[in-house]
């Protein structure tokens, strides 16, 4: 259930109002909105967070990176959320895919179509008060314990995984983890019709990309 291209940051090179650090080539393959395609980094802790596919007013002001914009007053605080997607095909994209015009359901029940997956990765500068796993019929990941984390990161609690897709029609494997200075609930969803079955190497594949690409936006500490 989300990941910029090369032509935003050429075009924020040209136009010299946002001096940015290049991004590194899995981040740069992230397709922005047109209005949205700028990036900027802003530390939590002792992290520096990298966010991709933001408006030219947080590229100028990436401190706007700890507020909720749709909040009223607006609320910051030192915690924030990522969320990308992949389309089917491979496609990186911002947000949820329900908020892509590319993205089509999967058809019907054929367990080895590519639905792509919803990435989603909650942090805290310090620990939350409870964890956000939901109760249902889960189990962990096998090999769980050998689940591959950015540099840096060490494994909490999980992957604890849905075994059969739910009535919002998919079905997510959920970790805990801690870097240096900031805690994190992750999770991966995959989409599919009610009561596909997801296999382990399905999850894996997924786990594996979304959490390589976290770790090219995260350095904790920083420097």
């Known amino acids: 259930m989300a990941i910029v291209a090369l032509l935003p940051f050429t075009a924020s090179l040209l136009t010299g109002c946002h001096r940015q650090a290049p991004l590194t080539p899995e981040l740069a393959a992230i397709v922005c909105p047109a209005d949205r395609a700028e990036h900027a980094s802003e530390m939590f802790g002792k992290a520096e967070v990298t966010f991709v596919c933001v408006t030219p007013e947080i590229a100028d ?4 990176l700890r507020c909720d914009p749709n909040s009223r007053p607006v609320y910051c605080e030192d915690s924030g959320t990522i969320t990308l997607s ?12 329900s908020n892509a015009r590319e993205y089509q359901p999967p058809p019907v029940t054929d367990p080895e179509t590519d639905a792509g997956s919803l990435f989603e990765a909650s942090f805290y500068d310090k620990p939350p008060g ?16 050998q689940q591959r984390l950015p540099p840096g990161f060490t494994l909490v609690n999980g992957p604890v995984c849905d075994r059969v897709s739910n009535a919002l029609r998919h079905a997510s494997c959920r970790l805990e983890a801690k ?5 994190w609930y992750i999770t991966v969803s995959i989409p599919r ?15 594996t990309l979304w959490l390589d690409l ?10």
């Open 86 to 97: 992949r389309l089917p095909g491979g496609k990186l994209v911002p947000g949820a895919p």
């Open 61 to 64: 002001k990436p401190s706007l």
């Open 214 to 223: 976290l770790g090219k936006m995260v350095t904790d500490p920083k420097g």
């Open 179 to 183: 870097s240096a200075s900031l805690h």
């Open 130 to 145: 409870k964890a956000n796993y939901e109760v249902g019929p889960r189990q962990y990941l096998r090999d769980a314990e």
């Open 193 to 207: 019709p009610i009561g596909n079955k997801i296999d382990d190497e399905l999850y894996q594949q997924e786990m």
